[in-house]
Nanobody, 121 residues
Framework: QVQLVESGGGLVQPGGSLRLSCAAS????????MGWYRQAPEKQREMVAT???????NYADNAKGRFTISRDNAKNMTYLQMNSLKPEDTAVYLC???????????????WGLGTQVTVSS
């Protein structure tokens, strides 16, 4: 069974930084695109950044220049370095990954439970 587990959230002052981590565990054949989404109270879930298994990352406009997504394929992990954080970045950050569980199954999208990021003075 595939699981995604996020870590690294917390409370940070405006202008500060946080680094989120996401680990994929379980038995699977291959991981394709990994990414981060966020959901603030009473707002729709929105994409923050995604990164394919071999290619350039993609960022939401409000993340460009401040956030950096990376991945370690050997460890089945993805990271989100967040700098110059603003109060409007406050949200639950969720990790997602497109994973083929076995060679013969289709690719499914998996989600973690999320980690809370609060930006406040």
């Amino acid at each position: 069974q595939v699981q995604l587990v996020e870590s690294g959230g917390g409370l940070v002052q405006p202008g500060g930084s946080l680094r989120l981590s996401c680990a994929a565990s379980g038995t699977f054949f291959s991981i394709y695109t990994m990414g981060w989404y966020r959901q603030a109270p009473e707002k729709q879930r929105e994409m923050v950044a995604t990164i394919p298994s071999g290619g350039a990352p993609n960022y939401a406009d409000n993340a460009k220049g401040r956030f950096t997504i990376s991945r370690d394929n050997a460890k089945n992990m993805t990271y989100l370095q967040m700098n110059s954080l603003k109060p409007e970045d406050t949200a639950v950050y969720l990790c997602t990954a497109n994973i083929r569980a076995t060679r013969y199954l289709s690719i499914n999208t998996y989600w973690g439970l999320g980690t809370q990021v609060t930006v406040s003075s």
